[in-house]
């Protein structure tokens, strides 16, 4: 198992591009299900995330060629297993985003069930009970969600609770039904955006993504496009936070400020000078940083995703921080790390309250979930000393080449195989 090795205490500066979005990407090639002509993807970060997305669909029997770096094509004309199996399952969650897609397309589905993970339980309930709303026939045995449908119905939904996945689900599934879906209470996140962009431009109806009513028109069939996956929101977030707690200067490349705007004013509140221009942000972390509240909620709300990485640059702000989890029950697992770190963290109910300014002293530290490690990495920028993550096959999941792109800003960070 590899890990990383930060020499902290370094500025960083200069230029940094962001990748394609991994949340983006994700459900995007799920819809390649949706159609038998080929759909040509490109800015596809190279993740381990993706990698298993795509293992997924070659196992059910879409065919893949890669012409251009971070592109490719996909080609569903013949679905022969409309399978994700447990294996590939319990490795990555978002191969429920199959399901639909699958059950739109070939009438049935076999997909495991997530089960829990690190961050919380997690449940998938919205995905099935909306499918069940559109006339799908579900059972769950074996493990397994098994849905029958020979040609899904539309209808109108709303959800319990505001689910990223469960509304790309849906939204997938309806775009081949017969009639129209309308969902309520739809999550709002870009990625939705992007998905919706792209079914458009595959010749799907949909009006509405981005709002909490999205409304589907069924089409009889989809067609092949060219599309490119949107900038990654939460790298982009990942580095701006960085750079602000490193009191460091630098110009993020390719970043959409309209995805970011509650994290950019945080970051502004907490006392980064963030300056936009166009798709290109300067952050300056040259004072001092004041404690900043944050609360996490769905999209245009700040995001869970940037919750720990947040908390790591609130270590060194001057004052008590609190920063309160809405979305996933488990989501603190970073405070212990952080605390072997030096870090001054009292956690009560969801809430952390983070009292700064602190000096980070580096130190072993183990990677529990994906966004965990990413702050893990911010706190060993700041360490100082040596800080040593364990575990980072979590960060290799989402983050594209992440060692490179911080070296490049002037960060001592390099991999090491496990011994
Ligand atoms: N929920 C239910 N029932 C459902 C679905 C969700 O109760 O059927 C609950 C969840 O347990 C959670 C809340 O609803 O408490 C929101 O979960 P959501 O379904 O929105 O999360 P998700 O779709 O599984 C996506 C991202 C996550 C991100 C969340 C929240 C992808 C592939 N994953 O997950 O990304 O944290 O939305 O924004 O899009 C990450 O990238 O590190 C990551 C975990």
């Given at each position: 198992m590899d890990k990383l090795v930060i020499e902290g205490g370094h500025r960083l500066h200069g230029e940094v591009r962001i990748s394609g979005a991994k949340n983006a990407a994700l459900p995007i090639l799920c819809a390649s299900l949706l159609t038998a002509e080929p759909l040509t993807l490109t800015?596809?970060?190279?993740?381990n995330d993706v990698r298993t997305m795509r293992a997924l669909l070659s196992q059910m029997g879409v065919r893949q060629q890669s012409d251009e770096p971070d592109a490719v094509t996909l080609d569903?004309?013949?679905?022969?297993w409309p399978l994700a199996p447990y294996e590939l399952v319990k490795t990555m969650?978002?191969?429920?985003?199959?399901l639909g897609p699958l059950l739109a397309r070939c009438g049935e589905a076999r997909v495991s069930l997530p089960g829990g993970c690190a961050i919380g339980l997690r449940p998938v309930d919205q995905h099935v009970k909306g499918l069940q709303a559109m006339g799908a026939e579900i059972d769950l045995t074996h493990g397994y969600i098994n849905a029958r449908a020979p040609r899904l119905r539309g209808a109108s939904f709303v959800f319990d609770v505001v689910t990223v996945t469960g509304t790309e689900n849906l939204m997938m599934a309806a775009v081949l039904a017969d009639g129209v879906t309308t969902l309520d209470n739809a999550a709002r996140e870009p990625e939705i955006v992007d998905l919706a962009a792209c079914l458009g431009a595959m010749g799907a109806k949909i009006s509405g993504a981005g709002s909490d009513r999205i409304v589907i028109e069924g089409v009889p069939h989809l067609r092949g496009t060219r599309y490119a996956i949107m900038p990654d929101r939460i790298e982009t977030g990942t580095f701006l936070a960085a750079a602000s707690a490193t009191h460091g200067d630098v110009l993020v490349r390719g970043a959409s400020i309209d995805a970011l705007a509650a994290v950019v004013d945080k970051l502004r509140e907490a006392g980064a000078r963030i300056d936009v221009d166009g798709d290109a942000m300067r952050v300056r972390g040259n004072g001092e940083l004041r404690a900043a509240n944050v609360r996490t909620a769905?999209?245009?709300?700040?995001p869970t995703d940037m919750q720990a990485q947040f908390m790591a640059l609130a270590t060194r702000a001057a004052g008590a921080s609190v920063i309160t989890e809405t979305i996933f029950e488990n989501r603190m697992m970073h405070v212990q790390e952080l605390k072997r770190l030096g870090a001054d963290i009292e956690v009560e109910g969801n809430a952390a309250i983070v009292r700064g300014a602190t000096r980070l002293t580096g130190a072993n530290v183990m990677a529990t979930d994906l966004r965990a490690s990413a702050c893990l990495v911010i706190a060993g920028l700041i360490a100082d000393g040596e800080t040593t993550i364990d575990r980072i096959y979590h960060l290799d999941r989402g983050y594209e080449r992440i060692e490179e792109k911080l070296s490049a800003l002037g960060a001592s960070i390099r991999r090491v195989g496990s011994t």
């Open positions: 800015n596809v970060p190279r993740l569903a004309s013949q679905i022969d969650r978002a191969s429920i985003l199959a769905p999209f245009p709300a700040f």
